[in-house]
């Protein structure tokens, strides 16, 4: 043995030979051990020899290093690939004895080794193991700066294992996303940002078209539009490109709310439109606007007047049967709605002019007229007529006077224009009616179109004289004052004796009248000493049915003589001055 190198462990004297290595060497001691015990005699075969022990001398790995594409990849550098494409990845340990064990990790999750670990002796240096795993892997886009870390598991090692990591640069196709514009309606003079974000390594470059156009719109990741107008409404498509490839475009619709332009009316000239009594018109309005504006058609039959009449709703505007009514000017109104607000516009204002017959109108002072005798009649009558009247008379009977003329009492006044264009009124005049001119008056109004005319009646009453007035004035004061006194003296009569409240109380019966009354203390219109009377103690005897005409029942007739008693009794206490009592208390 070599003390201080190889010793006996155990005493061999006793069959025990363990070996004891000290200093152990991988160059000397690694490798395969086996005892041996030689024969007794070079002539015995009492040879014996142990089964072989492997003794590991453990050294650990010296390098543990990536390599990509053939380069050894500095720790925790960079190693680009391409998203979906194959890519090899290869680690490996030097010097080491006996060869590590190698896995991979990637974002501190192992992944699931597709090839073998291979081992082989170095070269250059005995019992030294060279070893090395690769890693066939597709990575994705979302792979991108994560981590990847090959990993020596070595007994050797302070800590059990070493690793390293490099970073993983994933190149990937653009993806985007487009954000805006925000919720809700955008109007006209609003500034709308459109924003399109490219998720692509390396950088992309953003590209906007519109409305499918091959043109390009612009280059940049934020499209503003300020101010929006509505010629930018349409289909806008964002799209980014590399040079691995260009994204999927996406598409966002800008649709710009506006409201209505000024309103045109089409079917009139110069702002005017003629039409014929009887006839027809149709008028057209035409407005612009975002959403499509509602049309409303109002007419302001006087041009002075402020108030306006519906007179259709929609684009068209057609009145059939065309009169004087229809006359005025007429203004087209359009209206939408944004965010809730009325948008409104109206056209110019079209005038309608309408050439025909005169047309008579309802009189002003009614079909029938009353007036009282002796006063001044004015008939008054509006018409329209365009072209103007020819002919114009008042007629009754045998009687016909001329607009503009008089005939003893009677007089034509002459036309007066109305604020309606093309209508006038005109006024008959009859001073101190008579009871004879109680007829019918006739207005006929002619022009070079036609003939119209319409009547009123006159109706003449005589006048209430002054002495038949104060004749039912003195009879209804006369009336209210006999009212008056019968009510006071209703009020002061003894029958609003019964009004009294009071306990009711059944009377005794009444056989004779005086004597049984003054069993009750009643003596000469007093009653228990005082000259109250209460309507109890005028009560109907039971004997009497409580004043009931018919007999009680279970008798076959009634008792009269005690009715008639108590009858002839309560007159002479009533009729007594002192038993009547005092009601203004």
């Known amino acids: 043995m070599f003390s201080g190198k190889y010793e006996w462990a155990g005493n ?54 990536i390599q990509a594409n053939g380069t050894v990849v500095p720790a925790a550098g960079n190693v680009t690939v391409q998203a979906g494409s194959a ?58 700066g994560k981590i990847l870390k ?70 940049q990741e934020i499209l503003q539009l300020n101010p929006l107008l509505r010629t930018n409404s349409g289909t806008y498509t964002c799209e980014a490109r590399n040079v691995l490839g260009t994204s999927g475009p996406l598409t966002t619709e800008l649709d710009v709310k506006y409201g209505p332009s000024e309103a045109s009316v089409e079917g009139a000239t110069g702002g005017q439109l003629t039409a014929t009594f009887g006839g027809s018109a149709r008028l057209e309005c035409k407005g612009d606007g975002n959403p499509a504006p509602m049309f409303k058609w109002l007419q302001r039959p006087e041009p002075s007047e402020i108030g306006v009449v519906l007179k259709s709703d929609g684009k068209y505007l057609i009145m059939k049967n065309v009169s004087y009514d229809d006359q005025g000017e007429y203004i087209c109104s359009t209206s939408n709605f944004i965010n809730g607000k009325e948008k409104a516009a109206q056209s110019s204002p079209v005038t309608l002019k309408v050439i025909g017959p005169p047309q008579m109108t309802v009189p002003v002072s009614a079909k029938v007229l009353t007036i009282t005798r002796g006063d001044e009649a004015e008939i008054s009558v509006r018409f329209c007529s365009d072209p103007k009247p020819t002919r114009a008379v008042w007629q009754c009977g045998h009687l016909s006077v001329s607009v503009g003329t008089s005939n003893q009492r009677f007089i034509a006044e002459s036309f007066k224009a109305t604020k309606r ?64 006194l019968c009510l006071l003296y209703a009020f002061r009569t003894e029958r609003w004796c019964f009004k009294q409240k009071g306990n009711f109380k059944a009377a005794p019966d009444i056989e004779s009248g005086k004597a049984k009354l003054a069993k009750n203390g009643i003596q000469h219109g007093f009653i228990n000493g005082t000259n ?54």
């Open 421 to 484: 264009p093309s209508c006038y009124e005109a006024t008959l005049r009859i001073q101190r009616a008579d009871v004879s001119d109680a007829r019918q008056f006739t207005l006929l109004v002619e022009n070079e179109k036609g003939v119209d005319s319409v009547s009123v009646s006159l109706r003449v009453i005589e006048p209430v004289s002054m002495t038949a007035v104060i004749g039912v004035i003195i009879g209804c004061l006369v009336f209210l004052v006999l009212v008056t």
């Open 532 to 585: 109250d009377l209460r309507f109890n103690d005028l009560q109907l005897p039971r004997a009497s049915n409580n004043g009931s005409m018919r007999a009680k029942r279970g008798e076959k007739g009634a008792k009269l003589s005690n009715l008639e008693s108590f009858s002839k009794l309560s007159s002479s206490v009533l009729n007594s001055p002192s038993s009547r009592p005092d009601i203004t208390r």
């Open 150 to 219: 090959c990993v020596a598991i070595h007994q050797a090692f302070p800590a059990k294992s070493r690793e390293t990591g490099i970073s993983l640069n994933v190149q990937y196709v653009p993806v985007v996303t487009l954000t805006g514009p925000l919720t809700g309606d955008l109007e006209e003079g609003d500034i709308a940002t459109l924003k399109c974000v490219a998720d692509a390594n390396p950088p992309a470059t953003i590209i906007w078209r519109k409305n499918g156009s091959p043109d390009i719109l612009a280059i």
């Open 12 to 65: 061999p004297e006793d069959g025990d030979c363990s070996l004891l290595i000290l200093n152990s060497r991988l160059d000397l001691d690694d490798g395969d051990w086996e005892c041996q015990v030689t024969a007794s005699a070079f002539d015995s075969r009492d040879q014996l020899t142990s089964k072989v022990a492997q003794l590991v001398v453990r050294v650990a790995p010296s390098t543990l290093t």
């Open 87 to 144: 890519s090899q990845v290869q680690c490996s340990s030097r010097y080491g004895n006996p060869p590590p064990h190698l896995k991979w990790l990637l974002d501190g999750v192992e992944l699931p080794s597709n090839s073998n670990q291979t081992n082989v002796l170095e070269e250059d240096m005995t019992r030294r193991w060279s070893s090395s795993l690769t890693l066939n892997y597709r990575f994705v886009r979302e792979d991108h």
